[in-house]
């Protein structure tokens, strides 16, 4: 018979899934920030690869609370969310619109980590977990801020340059 699974048992499927995603992110950010053509774009995807090493840190943590090892499982979500990344970099490398994918794309992971640290938030309010709570907030308000910054940047540098570059 299989075993009853819980909460608890999701909040920790759920955490091996967004460990994994960060630490592929972790590997993803340095080939992002060396595809971008604009420089406040480069910069944007250095200052996430530092951010996402004290979020995988604080993961850890939580792991640490639920007396668990630290351990990723694979997330479907996150790479296909990186291989469309890799795709643009390769499709559109050298072309106008090459910073705008870079950066949808960048928006597409930070999106799907607001929805993982939102959920794992909220779980670890109802089961307790008081110190994974504000880690699991911090972290989130980190990827909304990416996220927002990222949003800034397209629309007042990035898209507008793609779009003078193909009307050239």
């Known amino acids: 018979m299989a075993k009853i699974k819980k909460l608890e048992d999701l909040f920790h499927d759920t955490l091996k899934d967004v460990y994994f995603a960060e630490k592929r992110i972790l590997?993803?950010?340095?080939?992002?920030?060396?595809?971008?053509?604009h420089a406040d774009l480069?910069?944007?995807?250095?200052?996430?690869?530092?951010e996402t090493?004290?979020?995988?840190?604080?993961?850890?943590?939580?792991?640490?609370?639920?007396?668990?090892k630290p351990h990723g499982k694979t997330c479907d979500a996150i790479v296909g969310i990186t291989k469309e990344g890799q795709e643009?970099?390769?499709?559109?490398?050298?072309?106008?619109?090459?910073?705008a994918g870079l950066l949808a794309a960048a928006q597409a992971v930070e999106h799907y980590e607001m929805t993982r640290y939102g959920t794992l938030r909220t779980w670890a309010?109802?089961?307790?977990?008081?110190?994974?709570?504000?880690?699991?907030?911090?972290?989130?308000?980190?990827?909304?801020?990416t996220d927002a910054a990222l949003t800034k940047l397209a629309k007042s540098v990035i898209n507008l340059d793609a779009e003078k570059d193909e009307a050239a």
Do not use: C, N, W
């Open 53 to 68: 090493e004290g979020q995988i840190d604080r993961l850890e943590q939580v792991f640490a609370e639920i007396e668990q």
């Open 88 to 99: 643009i970099m390769d499709e559109y490398k050298g072309m106008p619109a090459h910073d």
């Open 27 to 37: 590997t993803s950010l340095p080939k992002m920030a060396k595809a971008a053509q």
């Open 42 to 50: 480069k910069a944007a995807f250095e200052k996430h690869l530092g």
């Open 125 to 145: 309010e109802e089961l307790g977990y008081s110190k994974s709570v504000t880690l699991l907030q911090q972290t989130l308000d980190e990827e909304r801020a």
